[in-house]
């Protein structure tokens, strides 16, 4: 099994420009969720997603879309990339109220 | 806000001695505490989790003792090893809502 899939690992973008971070899971989850670690904040939650067709803010929301596309995708979208996004992204699934799956990150410079 | 409070931010131990991580929360509607480790480029990957029903649970060198009434549980390490130098969160969940701590980064000397 490959549990949490993201793409692509490393990126770099200029302000304002866009992109999507793609995840995939194969472990027939319902929850997904999209976390940003930056140094000395943890992680953080952007974006979950309880079950497919359902999505819903976390805390840090702003400047950032998702897409929960069928049960086994969810993708992040940065419609136009600021510096203080950058940051390293990741992936992560889970049936409810149960351990996290997290997938190896993106690594995004924004500059 | 910070709902998970986790302390130290860094810790040095010696090989063969004991690692301790602290972790504080607020929330009571959290059920399920879990510790996540972190290598350097790799994601998080769960080491060990509690439920607030049962206030010691133990796997390996590795224990968490909780404590319901002051909100409070830890992680312990026992005979800490070279290898387990990594990064430790400890997170507090309910439902599908996970929070989690800053991090402590774990040096275990040789």
């Known amino acids: 099994n490959a549990g949490v899939t993201q793409t692509p690992k490393f990126q770099v973008l200029k302000t304002g420009q866009s992109m999507t971070l793609q995840c995939a899971q194969d472990?027939?989850?319902?929850?997904m969720y999209w976390y940003r670690q930056d140094p000395g904040m943890g992680l953080r939650l952007i974006y979950y997603s309880a079950s497919e067709g359902t999505t819903d803010k976390g805390e840090v929301p702003n400047g950032y879309n998702v897409s929960r596309l069928n049960k086994r995708e969810f993708s992040l979208r940065l419609e136009s990339a600021a510096p203080s996004q950058t940051s390293v992204y990741f992936c992560?699934?889970?049936?409810?109220?149960?351990?996290?799956?997290f997938g190896s990150g993106t690594q995004l410079s924004v500059l | 806000q910070q709902q998970v409070k986790q302390s130290p931010q860094s810790l040095i131990v010696q090989k063969g001695g004991i690692s301790i991580i602290n972790c504080a929360y607020e929330?009571?509607?959290?059920?399920?505490f879990p510790w996540y480790q972190q290598f350097p480029g790799k994601g998080p990957a769960l080491l060990i989790a509690?439920?607030?029903?049962?206030s010691e649970k133990k796997e390996g060198r590795f224990t968490i003792s909780f404590n319901k009434s002051a909100k409070q549980f830890s992680l312990h390490i026992m005979d800490s090893q070279p290898g387990d130098s990594a990064t430790y969160f400890c997170?507090?969940?309910?439902?599908?809502?996970?929070?989690f701590g800053t991090g402590t980064s774990l040096t275990v000397i040789p």
């Open positions: 929330n009571t509607a959290f059920d399920y």
């Open positions: 472990m027939n989850h319902n929850s």
């Open positions: 992560a699934s889970s049936r409810v109220n149960e351990k996290l799956f």
């Open positions: 509690i439920r607030p029903d049962v």
């Open positions: 997170a507090a969940s309910t439902g599908n809502q996970f929070y």
